[in-house]
């Protein structure tokens, strides 16, 4: 018996994904689990899962479209679970999604449904493929040269004593060659099959069910590569002393700390020095040079053994840069003073003086009393 969905899967979905997630249907169903293992060259391991729900009954529940739609649409959360039977931390660990969930009519899934000793055949099976690369893993061990010893554990039956892996079948291609294995408990029921090139386990209940695989694997051109850092690093200030000596301030704008490795080239030479910076730590470093003002200077900046910088750098002295920036900032302020000064001479050009309004004289002030005083006279 695979798993009790609701009950099992969903917790598992809400501990490793999200604590919001229900399923959508309610209803308790369980899921026939066959897991096939395919060991290639490189180090990859092609894993083949195979689910078929059914109800507690034991009556098929392929047909069902809401719980096969449930089971597609818990994709994610089940290429979790996947990647938990070779390692103890899923978002370490690198691989590739080959087939999403489909449903293949034509494939057969063996499961207990609850009759002891028996396992009843389902016909059709939704079918995820997915390529984890075993160098990425924790479940991973190098023993010598080319052999190594893998560790599939089954994250169902360490989780609940009611699930475990119905079917485990371990497949070897290509130059992969079985040297050994084992499974624990030692009590644990022994593979029904042993082939040169397959390992298969039907387990009927999960006492007989192994909690863990252990292979030792004879896999060549297996790389392990160094864990990838993102170190990165800037220059942030640059300027030649008067004694010819260029300071640099380098900035760790990057996540981790680390150690980087500054290096200034000139024609004649090249120098290098060695700083640990913290994220967002800044250092001033000394670079005496036989370059004058003027000159350019190539700076680069490496971290973990790669190039994250390379730029040429003006060599300037703080004085004239300072002086640059004072005599810019002066004229500014000059044309600043100019441009008002037009300004306000444009303004008092154009105002015009108001038209001034003309003092009666003496002689029409008497005329005007006068033609008063005549015109008093007729009346």
């Not at 490793?16 to 369980?30: N, Y």
């Not at 190594?148 to 089954?154: C, E, G, K």
């Not at 082939?195 to 004879?218: F, G, H, M, Q």
Request: proline share 5%.
């Amino acid at each position: 018996m695979g798993i009790v969905r609701v009950l099992a899967l969903t917790t598992l979905v809400l501990t490793l994904v999200s604590p919001i997630i229900t399923a959508r249907s309610q209803r308790i169903f369980f899921v026939g689990l066959n897991m096939v293992v395919e060991f290639t060259d490189g180090g990859i391991a092609r894993v083949t899962l195979k689910q078929h729900p059914f109800n507690i009954n034991g009556s098929s529940l392929i047909s069902d479209e809401d719980i096969v739609e449930e089971i597609i649409n818990e994709e994610e959360a089940t290429i979790n679970l996947m990647l938990l039977f070779f390692t103890s931390n899923p978002t370490k660990t690198k691989y590739s999604i080959i087939s999403h969930t489909y449903f293949d009519p034509g494939e057969e899934v063996l499961s207990n449904t609850g009759i002891p000793g028996a396992m009843e055949k389902f016909r059709g099976a939704l079918i995820l493929i997915v390529d984890i690369f075993l160098n990425s893993t924790s479940g991973f061990l190098k023993l010598g040269e080319d052999t190594y010893q893998v560790s599939i554990t089954d994250y169902f039956t360490l989780r609940s004593p009611e699930s475990w892996i119905d079917v485990m079948e371990v497949r070897f291609t290509g130059n992969v060659e079985l040297l050994n294995f084992s499974v624990e408990p030692a009590w644990a029921k022994p593979p029904s099959a042993i082939e040169r090139n397959c390992l298969k386990w039907v387990n009927l209940n999960e006492v007989e069910a192994p909690d863990s695989y252990i292979l030792t694997l004879r896999i060549p051109g297996v790389v392990f590569s160094k864990p990838t850092r993102s170190l990165k690093a800037t220059v942030s200030e640059a300027f030649l002393n008067a004694d010819s000596t260029l300071r640099l301030k380098i900035r760790n704008i990057g996540f981790e700390e680390g150690f980087f490795i500054v290096s200034v080239s000139e024609p004649c030479c090249e120098q290098s020095r060695k700083v640990f910076l913290k994220p967002s730590e800044e250092c001033w470093l000394k670079f005496p040079l036989h370059a004058s003002e003027g000159e350019r200077v190539t700076v680069k900046i490496f971290g973990e053994g790669d190039k994250l910088l390379e730029e040429p750098v003006l060599l300037k002295t703080k004085r004239s840069e300072w002086m640059f920036f004072f005599m810019l900032g002066l004229s500014g302020i000059v044309l600043t003073i100019l441009g008002a000064i037009c300004i306000s001479m444009a303004v008092l050009k154009s105002r015009k003086p108001p038209p001034s309004i003309a003092e009666p004289s003496e002689t029409s002030i008497q005329n005007q009393v006068t033609e008063e005083e005549t015109g008093t006279s007729f009346l």
